[in-house]
């Protein structure tokens, strides 16, 4: 969740780890009463996320710079459009510029590319979601971003939900129990709130996971054949979920086999950030 603490203390630390010092040339060149208007200018149509991000970056430079924000999270717009205006000291806006571009492009081509995703399964009932394939430290931003862009997000953190994946399996069925077995004893030491993931990768490991009390099963890396044939042997006793070889090329085909999640880790590890631009004018 992008909770203002989280908010102020990614922000500020890329604040610093851009300008540690201050902002050598605009301290040296720039007269300190200067003022400026910058816009926020869309070069390329898209999914705007990441308005707050933006107008933290320069709040929390100079808590006198003002921020309008002509469009919302999760609007979409086209080339040309202005999304932003910001007016205050020129030195401020011009140490801010860059740590605000870097957050807007980037969570405003995650959205985009969400929404692209989103779109290609619309009327199949499956909802498009992130995964843990994020930028070390700005997970939240970027899981915003996906929500944006009409995408769900998967649990947040290794603390919000059971995984098991096939590492995990692999260790479990050392100890000498059958996975269905192991499964149930894993599930009965969890809340009763705990949601309990599992992965496979072969079909004739359906049904150990149904019985060990999987409340939703990740078919990993299926041909859409497999697929169909998963979504039939799980007929509605849990949540299925596909994942791997998913694309813009192959993900309406995924969708189309009555899947009920496609989680999609190209959303945050493949986007490309939006062209935006920030215009200035002199006061």
């Not at 040296?28 to 705007?48: H, I, K, Q, S």
């Not at 944006?148 to 649990?155: P, Y």
């Not at 192959?250 to 086999?257: K, Q, S």
């Given at each position: 969740?992008?909770?203002?603490?989280?908010?102020?203390?990614?922000?500020?630390?890329?604040?610093?780890?851009?300008?540690?010092?201050?902002?050598?040339?605009?301290?040296?060149?720039?007269?300190?009463?200067?003022?400026?208007?910058?816009?926020?200018?869309?070069?390329?149509?898209?999914?705007?996320?990441?308005?707050?991000?933006?107008?933290?970056?320069?709040?929390?430079?100079?808590?006198?710079?003002?921020?309008?924000?002509?469009?919302?999270?999760?609007?979409?717009?086209?080339?040309?459009?202005?999304?932003?205006?910001?007016?205050?000291?020129?030195?401020?806006?011009?140490?801010?510029?860059?740590?605000?571009?870097?957050?807007?492009?980037?969570m405003s081509g995650i959205a985009t590319l969400t929404a692209a995703y989103v779109a290609a399964v619309d009327g199949t009932g499956a909802r498009i979601a992130d995964t843990r394939k994020t930028t070390p430290g700005l997970r939240a931003f970027e899981r915003h971003a996906?929500?944006?862009?009409?995408?769900?997000?998967?649990?947040?953190?290794?603390?919000?939900?059971?995984?098991?994946?096939?590492?995990?399996?692999?260790?479990?069925?050392?100890?000498?129990?059958?996975?269905?077995?192991?499964?149930?004893?894993?599930?009965?030491?969890?809340?009763?709130?705990?949601?309990?993931?599992?992965?496979?990768?072969?079909?004739?490991?359906?049904?150990?996971?149904?019985?060990?009390?999987?409340?939703?099963?990740?078919?990993?890396?299926?041909?859409?054949?497999?697929?169909?044939?998963?979504?039939?042997?799980?007929?509605?006793?849990?949540?299925?979920?596909?994942?791997?070889?998913?694309?813009?090329?192959?993900?309406?085909?995924?969708?189309?086999?009555?899947?009920?999640?496609?989680?999609?880790?190209?959303?945050?590890?493949?986007?490309?950030?939006?062209?935006?631009?920030?215009?200035?004018?002199?006061?």
């Open positions: 969740m992008l909770t203002r603490a989280t908010l102020t203390r990614v922000v500020g630390a890329a604040l610093e780890e851009d300008a540690p010092w201050g902002d050598l040339t605009s301290a040296t060149l720039l007269p300190a009463d200067a003022t400026a208007t910058a816009d926020l200018v869309a070069r390329e149509p898209g999914v705007f996320s990441g308005g707050e991000v933006f107008a933290a970056a320069f709040t929390l430079t100079d808590p006198d710079v003002t921020v309008d924000l002509h469009v919302g999270d999760g609007d979409a717009f086209a080339a040309g459009d202005v999304l932003a205006t910001v007016t205050g000291a020129a030195r401020s806006l011009l140490t801010a510029e860059r740590v605000a571009l870097n957050f807007t492009q980037r996906v929500a944006c862009g009409g995408g769900r997000n998967h649990r947040f953190s290794l603390s919000d939900a059971v995984m098991a994946k096939d590492n995990h399996l692999a260790v479990l069925q050392r100890t000498g129990l059958d996975l269905a077995t192991a499964l149930r004893e894993a599930v009965s030491r969890l809340p009763h709130t705990t949601h309990v993931v599992v992965e496979v990768d072969r079909l004739d490991q359906l049904p150990a996971v149904l019985d060990g009390g999987a409340h939703t099963v990740l078919l990993d890396n299926f041909t859409p054949d497999d697929l169909r044939a998963g979504v039939a042997l799980v007929d509605g006793r849990a949540t299925v979920e596909a994942s791997g070889g998913v694309s813009l090329d192959t993900v309406a085909e995924i969708a189309r086999t009555g899947v009920d999640v496609i989680s999609v880790g190209a959303l945050t590890h493949s986007a490309r950030a939006l062209d935006l631009g920030l215009d200035l004018r002199i006061d």
